[in-house]
């Protein structure tokens, strides 16, 4: 289960993704907060065509419609108010967004055309991944989605699209990247030498006291007055997400506490990398004022990117794999490990010994313990099941590239890396990076293979 890479389609841009052509982020399944702004948002003058969809590209015999490219703008446009960065020139906006579009279209056709598909139990593990990630259950998940704008039905769809492109990406890009050790030396120099934010990445959170467009002196002042008291709490230890649900006016924070994610900081607008420059993790920013309004900023991870740390947070973990084959269905597999756990956890089995007596894979003569593990080294479903369980706690059966898996977390520790981990995890990230340019000239082969008819531009 060594990951391997897994490209995320931008579901939500961030600011730096205004150029459009695939720069991939390799985050495993971890999908934006902002899918439910999926609703078009009428502008001053939204008048005639801009009310009726139409077409305005055809890649290979498929339309993309004027609604298509509308939803992912209001997407885009409510990240950037989010964060507090001014918005380009809708027309280009629209042209990019478009371009996007037409790549995505062309890649998911390539990968119809050579039979990959994402079966209902590959989506329903991946629903519920990014549910967790919002610490709630599907069934609310799925309420706050719809509460925001977008169906249910449509997320799941727009998921299953993102797990193709990620399968058919792993595909044809694995197999090409290499790194070698001479490779590896100057990127570990250059590294060293970094200063600048790209080499810092950053997970942070915030509260929008939003301006209302010609606001006077006084309302100016009264809301800078309110994001003071709110500044206040936060750094007094009240719960950030509980403040961000009370007052922040941010599009979609409700659902996401606020969290805009973890990237490096050159991604994130200046005005926050500069508040948060001198906080540790856990702190809170003064209040700062942007275009959209007033903003809280929240430090929920800071870390170097260049290069890894000198300590990592590590999982022991043990598991039991089944893997689907023509006498043991999914659905089954999944039904046989949740009827271990409830044996499991009613005392009345030990899972080490089941382990032993089913799991289809090398740990099962050591009862399923795979050790210690560094961050990356599993696939993204599985790692993201193991972070979100607490010492003791067993999964629920979880589908991954590999079969069906019962995971239980042993044990959880911060440990420092010996110079030979620390290499590898950087030959990792020199890696990724290359994946990251291969993914580049792949996108673009794929998209000027495409046969592409443009129709009337969109508004």
């Known amino acids: 289960m060594i990951k391997l890479r897994a490209f995320v389609l931008g579901l939500a841009f961030t600011a730096q993704a205004v150029a459009l052509l695939p720069a991939a982020q390799a ?28 077409i305005v590209a055809v890649v290979n015999s498929e339309p993309i ?33 478009l371009e996007r579009l037409i790549s995505e279209k062309a890649q ?16 329903d593990q991946a629903e519920q991944n990014v549910a967790r990630q919002n610490q709630v259950d599907v069934a609310e998940f ?31 890009l ?22 600048d934010t790209s080499a810092v990445e950053l997970n942070l959170a915030h509260i929008l006291i939003a301006i209302p467009e010609g606001a006077s002196v006084q309302q100016v002042s009264a809301l800078q007055t309110k994001a003071q008291r709110v500044q206040e709490r936060a750094a007094a230890g009240e719960d950030f ?33 500069e508040a948060t420059q001198s906080l540790r993790e856990g702190g809170v920013s003064k209040v700062v004022r942007s275009g959209a309004g007033f903003h809280i900023i929240k430090v929920i991870e800071k870390r170097h990117g260049g290069l890894p740390g000198a300590h990592v947070i590590q999982n022991h973990a043990r598991h039991i794999l089944l893997r689907p084959s023509a006498q043991l269905s999914e659905a089954a597999a999944k039904a046989k490990l949740a009827e271990f756990k409830k044996r499991i956890e009613a005392g009345q089995a030990d899972f080490a010994q089941l382990a032993k007596e089913n799991s289809q894979d090398a740990s099962a003569a050591k009862g399923g313990d795979l050790g210690w593990a560094n961050p990356g080294l599993f696939v993204p479903e599985f790692e993201d099941t193991v972070n979100a369980l607490s010492p003791g706690q067993i999964s629920e059966p979880l589908v991954s590239r590999f079969g069906v898996h019962l995971i239980q977390l042993l044990e959880r520790r911060e440990t420092a890396l010996s110079q030979r981990e620390q ?37």
């Open 27 to 54: 985050q495993g399944l971890r999908v934006s907060p902002q899918l439910g702004a999926n609703r078009p948002v009428p502008r001053p003058g939204d008048t005639g065509p801009r009310a009726a969809d139409y």
């Open 65 to 97: 419609t004027n609604n298509e490219v509308r939803s992912r703008m209001v997407r885009f446009e409510q990240q950037l108010t989010q964060q507090g960065v001014a918005l380009p020139a809708r027309p280009e906006l629209a042209r990019q967004v």
């Open 108 to 123: 998911l056709q390539l990968a119809k055309e050579t039979g990959l598909k994402i079966d209902d139990a590959m989506l």
């Open 142 to 172: 799925r309420r706050r989605i719809a509460a925001d704008g977008m169906e249910p039905s449509q997320f799941r769809e727009e998921l299953r699209n993102q797990l193709l492109l990620t399968r058919l990406r792993d595909r044809e």
């Open 174 to 195: 694995e197999s090409r990247v290499k790194v070698s050790d001479l490779e590896l030396d100057q990127f570990i120099r250059e590294q060293q030498g970094l200063t």
């Open 241 to 273: 997400s509980k403040l961000v649900r009370e007052f922040s006016e941010a599009p979609g924070a409700a659902a996401t506490g606020g969290v805009v994610g973890l990237r490096t900081a050159d991604r994130y607008p200046p005005l926050f990398v």
């Open 423 to 459: 290499r590898d995890l950087a030959r990792n990230l020199l890696r990724e990076k290359k994946l990251d340019e291969a993914y580049a000239s792949w996108a673009q082969d794929v998209r000027g293979r495409a046969y592409v008819e443009y129709r009337d531009p969109p508004q």
